[in-house]
């Protein structure tokens, strides 16, 4: 007995011959039936979806977890200052482990950019400490003295220690916005060796005071998407420099070639080298080696080559013996 009122359902129906037929059911035996349906029903669906609540609760918290610790990251970041932390990168989860990995990537970068700006600024502090000595004792002179040709002198040292500083931090900008990729590069078809050719024809004259002779090997045809006048500022640079640290009578070799589908330019020079502790920093900022401070210049032509060059996508690199010369290589992406 269930326990509720159950009916029955008759069906009547008369055959042609006038035979009566009636057929019933009693609701009883549904009822049985959902009963034990509903039986079963709280018996195994109810803990199965416990089951399921409690597993999609573990597999989420487990996933989540990479993106807790990204914001603990982040939050001591914040309170901290400090950009040398990193999170560890979840192998397991590829969506995540790849975000993980971006932003470490993005915090290496910061720390490098930040890196640089504090070292560029007490570059920037030394070097212009001197030049800005000269320029307010020439200053000082012009106003003390009253002859008119020496005032004439001290005004023409402030003009030159001037022009020297607004140089050298509009070359100092040019470097920071390749390094950090916001310099805006007009970028055309640029034939290597005709580009080559048209620096040493500038530097020709220079080199001839010095008694110093130029050669050019180059591959005709090369082609590259580069900024004209960008790529001209780094190979004049390397020639300026391999004339700079050049003897009287010393030879300067121009070539270019193309290597594993990049285009590759050499400047060599056999003049007083780079010592191998050195080579490690010839291409910061501002930096200029015990030898090199005799010669005019600010410390920024190899930064500068090397910051376009990235631009570029292209790389340079040294090879250099003291008293024997340095060879500088370009390596650029061949169109």
Known sequence: ??????????????????????????????????NALSKTFMKLTIPAMALSL??????????????????????????????????????????????IELFNKMLRRNQSLIFGMHESLNNVAHDLRTPMTRFKNSAEYAIQSSDPEACR????????????????????MNVAEAETGAM??????????????????????????????????????????ADPSRFHQIIANLVDNAIKYSANGGKISIESTIKN?????????????????????IFERLFRGDRSRTKHGLGLGLSFVKAIAHAHNGTVNVLSEVNKGSTFFITLPFS
């Not at 326990?3 to 059911?25: A, L």
Request: proline residues 1%; hydrophobic residues 40%; aromatic residues 4%.
């Open 1 to 34: 007995d269930l326990g509720i009122d159950h009916t029955w359902t008759i069906k009547t129906v008369q055959t042609p011959n006038g035979t009566i037929i009636q057929s019933g059911k009693n609701s009883i035996s549904g009822m049985y039936f959902l």
């Open 184 to 225: 805006q590069l007009n970028k055309k078809r640029v034939d290597i060796s005709d580009a080559i050719r048209k620096v040493a024809d500038i530097y020709e004259f220079i080199a001839e005071e010095e008694s110093i002779e130029i050669t050019l090997k180059l591959k005709d045809g090369i082609k590259i998407e």
């Open 153 to 172: 002198e001290a005004l023409a040292d402030c003009m030159e220690e001037s022009d020297m500083i607004i140089t050298m931090l509009n070359t100092l």
């Open 261 to 281: 589908s990049n285009v590759v330019i050499s400047v060599k020079d056999n003049g007083i080298g780079i010592s191998e502790s050195e080579q490690k920093r």
């Open 54 to 99: 409690l597993i999609g609760f573990l597999v989420t918290h487990r996933w989540t977890k990479p993106i807790r610790t990204l914001i603990r990251t982040v939050k001591e970041i914040i309170e901290t200052g400090e950009l040398s932390k990193r999170v560890a990168v979840d192998k397991q989860n590829s969506e995540i482990g790849e975000l």
